[in-house]
């Protein structure tokens, strides 16, 4: 019966063999390495010539015996399966054989070595089966080879990250454009990106307008458009028009550079899960290996001894022999990093980029989430939203508002004048006073404009009236009387109220808003969102402090997580359990300090990171248990002579390639 099954699971084992043979041939983007393939065609002989050696019938040896001499066809069936063995197992012997040499002895090859050599010398010493040992081997290494498509599968999903890297940058030169190393390009220098070509280096667009694919670094479907005037980051694929950008960094420092330092890096920082696996096969390897020899002597001498019945060398060796192929302890070793892996290949997929296992870890942990506000839920960009009160039409008071405003850079200014929606005459305006932490008088068309806050018009003596809304308000005198007022306030980002909902459905029990805003502002806008507590009125050190107090306050293995996006946030980014950076518009030093980036400044993104590590996590202790608990049940089973070498590939085999697809779980994340 055993012999039927094994022959079945020969037959499957040819035919997948031979059908991805087939099916990927010498295609150069099949997704199989040059070594995999070779592997793959071993697998295939080895199978073939094992089932061939199966069907062969007791007579053909043993004419070898009447037409050779005497025990010829014993030595030629040895010959014939031994050369099995060697196609399929030489690799693991190579490997044993240079740990030994290395003093490096106990790893998953000494242990196939040794469990497979010895039931091959049971075999020839009683002249026994050798399908056992040579299908130990086999089905170990169909594993095997599962086990490196399946890492090669996550490493390409990261390597299309990887595709974001730019080959050249072109400098047009004398009318003609020249293909330099983006490394040799200064800032400040103006290159040229054509239809289809990647960004090489961040900058600002000075000619021409294009859509852009931003998939491999947001995870965006949707092209964006982009300007003069627009700031553009590396690893964008132009996809429409020609666009001449002036660069702001150099190469080493732009976007692209940064990400996929991030992503190589990833794999150095490893998480508690992953420490704990490495010391535990340190340990559990030579335990395993130590028992068996313990299992194939103790009982013997015991039986020899003490009970004066036969050694039966032979079944406790066999038993030994189980019970090494039963430990190699590859479920566990392959499958805790490569569900890491995997997960971290998933993130990036959707735009965020994790810095290390031991982060997904922490974030799957998190029950606090910290929130900047502005460039965080807020788009950081100031808006008109309200005029009220108003003595003139409220286009001609913004107008005079914009013009009153025009000689400033602040923000603010800038925000009437988008309002305005006109080109402004600015030989309208003379006689411009700016008075600090006041406001602006001029004349504009020899009218006296007054616009500030409320501490200009008690400067001036003008009565006002105040605002019922929150924001910042500019209010407006003309020639000194009051003339209206007018709202300004920073825009919540659109997904910033859905993040925030999404958070609490993740499973956080707490949200906190830090701001440097007055009170009453960040109150209305923690209203809006839906956000436990907020603290206004704060300067960056001021959130450092409050971060520290609410870390206290944390309970358990409770993880704090803060999400910012300025400059002024990288110490708390810093000091947080977990830094969360906005990285399209966020500042280089938070994105240094954060431990996880959020490449479309998306806060609706925080929620599905802390999705994808707690699936991640789940998937790792799922693989923990059924691996743990397989193996010491089969180790069990093997010391009472229950298990065979059928069993033992099931223990080994089966359970890592089961754990490996499990793992490869952790890729999908798309629909979290």
């Known amino acids: 019966m055993q012999e039927l099954i094994v022959n079945g699971l020969l037959a499957v084992v040819i035919l997948t063999a031979l059908f991805l043979l087939l099916l990927v041939g010498g295609k150069p983007n099949s997704g199989m390495t040059k070594k995999q393939k070779v592997m793959l065609g071993r697998i295939l002989i080895a199978a073939a010539l094992l089932l061939g050696l199966q069907s062969l019938p007791a007579e053909f040896f043993a004419q070898a015996d009447a037409y050779l001499f005497p025990g010829a066809g014993r030595w030629l069936r040895f010959a014939l399966y031994l050369t099995d063995y060697f196609i399929i197992g030489y690799d693991i012997l190579k490997k044993a054989i240079r740990g030994i040499l290395n003093r490096q002895v106990f790893d998953e090859n000494f242990l196939m070595a040794v469990a497979t050599v010895g039931a091959m010398a049971l075999a020839i010493y009683e002249n026994g089966d050798y399908l056992e040992a040579i299908a130990v081997m086999l089905f170990y290494q169909v594993g095997e080879w599962f086990q490196s498509y399946a890492?090669?599968?996550?490493?390409?999903?990261?390597?299309?990250?990887?595709?974001?890297?730019?080959?050249?940058?072109?400098?047009?030169?004398?009318?003609?454009?020249?293909?330099?190393?983006?490394?040799?390009?200064?800032?400040?220098?103006?290159?040229?990106?054509?239809?289809?070509?990647?960004?090489?280096?961040?900058?600002?667009?000075?000619?021409?307008?294009?859509?852009?694919?931003?998939?491999?670094?947001?995870?965006?479907?949707?092209?964006?458009?982009?300007?003069?005037?627009?700031?553009?980051?590396?690893?964008?694929?132009?996809?429409?028009?020609?666009l001449k950008i002036q660069t702001t960094k150099e190469f080493g420092e732009s976007t692209v550079s940064k990400i996929l330092d991030l992503v190589e890096?990833?794999?150095?920082?490893?998480?508690?899960?992953?420490?704990?696996?490495?010391?535990?096969?340190?340990?559990?390897?030579?335990?395993?290996?130590?028992?068996?020899?313990?299992?194939?002597?103790?009982?013997?001498?015991?039986?020899?001894?003490?009970?004066?019945?036969?050694?039966?060398?032979?079944?406790?060796?066999?038993?030994?022999?189980?019970?090494?192929?039963?430990?190699?302890?590859?479920?566990?070793?392959?499958?805790?990093?490569?569900?890491?892996?995997?997960?971290?290949?998933?993130?990036?997929?959707?735009?965020?980029?994790?810095?290390?296992?031991?982060?997904?870890?922490?974030?799957?942990?998190?029950?606090?989430?910290?929130?900047?506000?502005?460039?965080?839920?807020?788009?950081?960009?100031?808006?008109?939203?309200?005029?009220h009160h108003n003595q003139l039409e409220?286009?001609?008071?913004?107008?005079?508002?914009?013009?009153?405003?025009?000689?400033?850079?602040?923000?603010?200014?800038?925000?009437?004048?988008?309002?305005?929606?006109?080109?402004?005459?600015?030989?309208?305006?003379?006689?411009?006073?700016?008075?600090?932490?006041?406001?602006?008088?001029?004349?504009?068309?020899?009218?006296?404009?007054?616009?500030?806050?409320a501490k200009l018009m008690e400067r001036l003596h003008i009565p006002y009236i105040d605002c019922h809304q929150t924001g910042t308000i500019i209010h407006m005198a003309i020639n000194g009387a009051y003339a209206g007022h007018i709202v300004i306030s920073d825009v919540l980002k659109p997904n910033a109220p859905a993040?925030?909902?999404?958070?609490?459905?993740?499973?956080?029990?707490?949200?906190?808003?830090?701001?440097?805003?007055?009170?009453?502002?960040?109150?209305?806008?923690?209203?809006?969102?839906?956000?436990?507590?907020?603290?206004?009125?704060?300067?960056?050190?001021?959130?450092?402090?409050?971060?520290?107090?609410?870390?206290?306050?944390?309970?358990?293995?409770?993880?704090?997580?803060?999400?910012?996006?300025?400059?002024?946030?990288?110490?708390?980014?810093?000091?947080?359990?977990?830094?969360?950076?906005?990285?399209?518009?966020?500042?280089?030093?938070?994105?240094?300090?954060?431990?996880?980036?959020?490449?479309?400044?998306?806060?609706?993104?925080?929620?599905?990171?802390?999705?994808?590590?707690?699936?991640?996590?789940?998937i790792v202790y799922q693989n923990i248990v059924l691996a743990l608990g397989v193996k010491f049940a089969c180790l069990a089973l093997g010391a009472l002579g229950i298990a065979n070498m059928y069993l033992a590939i099931f223990a080994d085999v089966g359970v890592m390639i089961l754990a490996v697809l499990n793992a490869i779980r952790c890729l999908f994340v798309k629909n979290l």
Not at 207 to 233: C, F, H, M, V, Y
């Open 151 to 242: 890492v090669g599968k996550s490493r390409r999903n990261i390597s299309d990250l990887m595709d974001i890297r730019p080959d050249y940058a072109n400098i047009e030169q004398n009318g003609r454009l020249e293909q330099v190393d983006p490394d040799e390009v200064e800032i400040g220098s103006i290159i040229v990106v054509q239809p289809g070509e990647k960004v090489p280096i961040d900058g600002v667009i000075v000619e021409g307008s294009s859509s852009l694919n931003t998939s491999a670094l947001t995870g965006e479907s949707l092209p964006r458009e982009a300007q003069p005037g627009d700031e553009i980051i590396s690893g964008c694929i132009n996809m429409t028009g020609l």
């Open 265 to 387: 890096n990833a794999s150095s920082r490893k998480s508690k899960s992953e420490d704990f696996i490495a010391k535990f096969a340190r340990v559990y390897t030579p335990a395993v290996c130590y028992s068996a020899l313990a299992l194939a002597i103790l009982p013997p001498l015991l039986r020899l001894l003490a009970l004066g019945l036969p050694p039966d060398w032979g079944v406790w060796l066999y038993r030994a022999l189980t019970f090494l192929v039963i430990s190699c302890p590859c479920a566990l070793v392959i499958s805790i990093p490569l569900s890491f892996f995997a997960g971290i290949g998933g993130a990036s997929q959707q735009g965020v980029l994790v810095k290390g296992s031991n982060y997904l870890e922490i974030l799957s942990q998190t029950k606090t989430v910290v929130f900047d506000k502005t460039g965080t839920l807020t788009q950081g960009v100031f808006e008109v939203n309200g005029i």
């Open 394 to 453: 409220e286009a001609q008071l913004l107008e005079y508002a914009a013009l009153a405003e025009s000689a400033s850079s602040h923000p603010i200014s800038k925000s009437l004048q988008r309002a305005c929606g006109k080109e402004l005459d600015r030989s309208r305006v003379s006689d411009i006073q700016e008075l600090s932490g006041n406001g602006i008088i001029a004349k504009v068309d020899g009218l006296e404009v007054a616009a500030g806050n």
């Open 499 to 618: 993040a925030v909902a999404a958070l609490k459905t993740a499973g956080v029990e707490k949200t906190v808003m830090l701001t440097g805003d007055a009170q009453k502002v960040g109150e209305q806008v923690a209203a809006e969102l839906g956000i436990n507590t907020v603290y206004s009125d704060l300067l960056p050190a001021d959130k450092v402090a409050k971060v520290e107090e609410l870390l206290a306050a944390q309970t358990g293995k409770a993880k704090l997580a803060f999400v910012g996006d300025g400059i002024n946030d990288a110490p708390v980014l810093s000091r947080a359990d977990i830094g969360i950076a906005m990285g399209a518009m966020g500042s280089d030093a938070a994105i240094e300090a954060a431990d996880i980036v959020l490449m479309d400044d998306d806060p609706l993104k925080i929620a599905k990171a802390i999705k994808i590590s707690r699936k991640c996590l789940g």
